[in-house]
């Protein structure tokens, strides 16, 4: 029997051998799939992890365009503002100046040649009527006579000169100070751009 025994030990640790075979094979192959599925799983994690660094490097970019969008505006909206301040204080100095030239000795004269351009400039009729502010109604008087015309005072005629209207022509003529100031300002602003946002 021992011959028996024998060969049942052999099938035994042949069957044993076979199972073991076996199973390292099945532990191989569960291994590789884990290894497989391992590196699946950090290979999609790198992935999504590449997404959201991008998704939150765009979100910062957006972010920051914005920012320095809204700085660049709150600069050029400064500088602009600070500029308009510059022509504002320039045209106040110039209206100053106007008012102390209205107040001269020269503003007569240039009444009087104001009256003469407009006359060339259109023929004064009897029924025509020189506009002046509250300031040169003496003057305009003195205007007014020497031409045969009427005078009246205009409220909006602040910094002087003057203007003349033509009824039966319906023209109007415009020697104020006050619109060559305001025609010298939107030049000034219209020929330096940088003044506009």
Do not use: W
């Not at 497989?36 to 290979?43: D, K, P, S, V, Y």
């Not at 100070?177 to 506009?196: I, P, Y």
């Amino acid at each position: 029997m021992p011959e028996v025994q024998d060969r049942i030990e052999k099938l035994g640790n042949s069957i044993l051998s076979d199972a073991q075979k076996k199973a390292e094979e099945i532990i191989s192959k569960a291994q590789q799939q884990a290894d497989e599925l391992t590196e699946q799983a950090r290979e999609q994690y790198r992935r999504s992890e590449e997404n959201e660094v991008a998704l939150d490097r765009q979100k910062t970019h957006t972010l920051y365009a914005k920012e320095l969008s809204k700085s660049d505006f709150a600069a050029h909206k400064s500088v602009l503002a600070h500029r308009c301040g510059l022509v504002d204080s320039l045209f106040e100095d110039i209206k100053n100046k106007l008012e102390e030239f209205a107040k001269s000795d020269k503003y007569n004269d240039f009444m009087t040649a104001l009256a003469e351009k407009a006359d060339k400039e259109q023929a004064f009729s009897k029924d025509c009527v020189i506009n002046v502010g509250r300031n040169d109604n003496q003057l305009a008087d003195d205007i007014a006579q020497k031409y045969g015309i009427s005078v009246a005072v205009d409220r909006n005629i602040e910094l002087g000169g003057l203007s003349v209207y033509y009824p039966s022509e319906n023209i109007y003529i415009d020697y104020t100070l006050d619109l060559a100031l305001e025609q010298e300002r939107k030049a000034f602003v219209a020929g330096h751009g940088e003044l506009s946002l």
